[in-house]
DNA sequence: TTTCTGACA
DNA sequence: TGTCAGAA
């Protein structure tokens, strides 16, 4: 196929395909004249590439996309998703501003903005993908406070933490199971999932007992060889050495209780329905 | 900086 | 076709 049979079918410009080209997208035949001759893999790419654009995705994220034939495409979507929620967040802020609102408060609502853009782009590249996301949605709801004065020296810390954690990665094939079992959720379904969590564990004596049934099922399941021998399990395991091997639970998340008065509220409460789990358990408190 | 566009040879 | 200056 010739050039102008492309930008026909894909309704991309020559100059966009020259640069696709560079990037490494395409590898056109030359025919004698000099000309490019694009082979159907090449159409077929292209396609995608023109659909990626429409949906928003840069051309990094495409390649991404295109390496993993669609597998990671939930990733961006999240993605997406957060960055839109963030754009509406400033929205809500500049109509505070365009009503005559006092700007301290502006600079406040902002503030709070930019931290939690900040620990999301941190946490998706300390760990890339889902797990990202998952931990970003599992603290979210506790960074909606502004912050205090020793506040803001624990959440700089926090960030210099995360800057400084090596990239966690998976083999392979777990990055693949992890996005193929992902695909489907997207970054309102994660928060969801995490408000359902924060409910369950401010009234944790109640949810307990109404959900003793589904609780011993799940002990059952945790206890069985199907997950302990599962990829997840696996997963599950090396996420947490991870995280011990770089003293996240002495470190980090000190920080973030110092921060986030909700968050520390929350763990407080974690604490207390851990330690009443093991006890209706019939095991003593560690 | 990224992702092209338009002019020109 | 490729190159280059520059726009958004």
Redo the contacts with the bound molecule.
Sequence with gaps: ML?NDIQRITGL????L???EEKGFIHPRRLEN???EYSEKDAEILNKIALF?KLGL???EIKDCLKTDGATASIFLRRKEQELESDKKRKAVFDLYIKGEDTDLINEKLTVIEAEDSIYKRLERAFPGYLGQCLFAAYQPFLQEPLSKDGEEAFEKYIQYLDSLPTFELSREEQYYIDELSSSFNMQTLKDVNEAKIAAVENYEKWHNENKDTISIYDRYLNSDDYKTSPMKNIQDQLKTFLMDHHYYEVAIPLIRQFSKSYDHYYKKLTEASDYYLKQKGDAPQ
């Design positions: 050039r410009t020559r100059k966009a020259e640069y696709y000099g000309y490019r654009k840069t051309i990094t």
